[in-house]
């Protein structure tokens, strides 16, 4: 841990967080007053993307009916007892990672 001191006293510097739009940030010491000139940092913007896998657009968009857990899990129909949820991200997630192993080994 970095823990700059007052060029003035010696004392420690505190990190000062000035409340506009965009924030400005500066160094202080509580001890003699002394306080560097507030510096803003430059503002980069770019649009959020979330990160969009099979698994989530099936769960989340076709709310496709869980009806390969005959095929792909337990003959009797019901899901892997590590899944929550049936239909939910996970789940669709097991069951492709299941049906391409079993494409990887025909």
């Known amino acids: 841990m970095l823990i700059e001191t007052c060029p003035v006293c010696g004392s420690d510097l505190n990190d000062i967080c000035y409340p506009t739009y965009p924030p400005k940030y500066a160094k202080q010491c ?3 007053g002394w306080a ?3 510096v803003q940092q430059d503002i980069i913007r770019r649009p959020y993307k979330r990160e969009v896998t099979v698994s989530s657009e099936l769960s989340e968009y076709f709310c496709i009916p869980c009806n ?3 095929k792909y899990f337990n003959k009797d129909g019901s899901c892997p007892s590590e899944i929550d949820i049936c239909n939910s991200e996970s789940h669709w997630a ?3 990672e299941r049906i391409a192993n079993e494409k990887n080994q025909c």
Do not use: I, Y
């Open 36 to 38: 560097s000139e507030a």
């Open 68 to 70: 390969l857990c005959n």
């Open 30 to 32: 509580f001890s003699c």
């Open 94 to 96: 097991l069951l492709l």
